[in-house]
T-cell receptor
Framework: GAVVSQLPSWVICKSGTSVKIECRSLDFQATTMFWYRQFPKQSLMLMATSNEGSKATYEQGVEKDKFLINHASLTLSTLTVTSAHPEDSSFYIC????????????FGEGSRLTVL | AQTVTQSQPEMSVQEAETVTLSCTYDTSESDYYLFWYKQPPSRQMILVIRQEAYKQQNATENRFSVNFQKAAKSFSLKISDSQLGDAAMYFCAYRTNFGNEKLTFGTGTRLTIIP
């Protein structure tokens, strides 16, 4: 199956700093990528839909100025958590849709963010 | 909006036995996809099985099969001959076939395999 690489897999940062997480589709082009957030022992909650070459579409309640998404190429989407606070600590997962109409989304390995 | 409900927070099964995980969903659409994803301790989401709503035949993938009841909006996962490696969180997910193709996940079922 298609491979999605997500880096870093874990990151620790100080409160007030910004952190960037990358999501790359390695062997296919992804016009659409999705960013999810998962709290411990909870389900995945969609944060935003990232479309190549256009602005991301954010879900209700997600601050677009805090969670900056850039999808500058067909193989790369980035999520930047700006001015991070301890409550932003979470597991962030990206997924990408391949061109084939199989309905399947391919997931990255996830990034664990800890804000001190 | 679509919703996905998994009513079993935790399940356990003896190794080599069969277990069924439940999932119901709510939608007004007729064309959509349903998925079961597995999330082991590594947190990597792994697709277990996929069902297209317009197909009446239940999907099967080796030891994994589904019971898709479209009218009842039910989509259960059966794991046969359970193995220790099947221990994980299992998420049921819904995806429309129109417009935004985002996945809506259920709350998950933690499956424990008893040796």
């Amino acid at each position: 199956g298609a491979v999605v690489s997500q880096l870093p897999s874990w990151v620790i940062c100080k409160s007030g700093t910004s952190v960037k997480i990358e999501c790359r589709s390695l062997d296919f082009q992804a016009t659409t990528m999705f960013w999810y957030r998962q709290f411990p022992k909870q389900s995945l909650m969609l944060m935003a839909t990232s479309n190549e070459g256009s602005k991301a579409t954010y879900e209700q309640g997600v601050e677009k100025d805090k969670f900056l998404i850039n999808h500058a190429s067909l193989t790369l989407s980035t999520l930047t958590v700006t001015s991070a606070h301890p409550e932003d600590s979470s597991f962030y997962i990206c997924s990408a849709k391949s061109g084939a109409n199989t309905g399947e989304l391919f997931f990255g390995e996830g990034s664990r963010l800890t804000v001190l | 909006a679509q919703t996905v409900t998994q009513s079993q927070p935790e399940m356990s099964v003896q190794e080599a036995e069969t277990v069924t995980l439940s999932c119901t969903y709510d939608t007004s659409e007729s064309d959509y996809y349903l998925f079961w994803y597995k999330q082991p301790p590594s947190r990597q989401m792994i697709l277990v099985i996929r069902q297209e709503a317009y197909k009446q035949q239940n999907a099967t993938e080796n030891r994994f099969s589904v019971n898709f009841q479209k009218a009842a909006k039910s989509f259960s996962l059966k794991i046969s001959d359970s193995q220790l490696g099947d221990a994980a969180m299992y998420f049921c997910a819904y995806r429309t076939n129109f417009g935004n193709e985002k996945l809506t996940f259920g709350t998950g079922t933690r499956l424990t395999i008893i040796p």
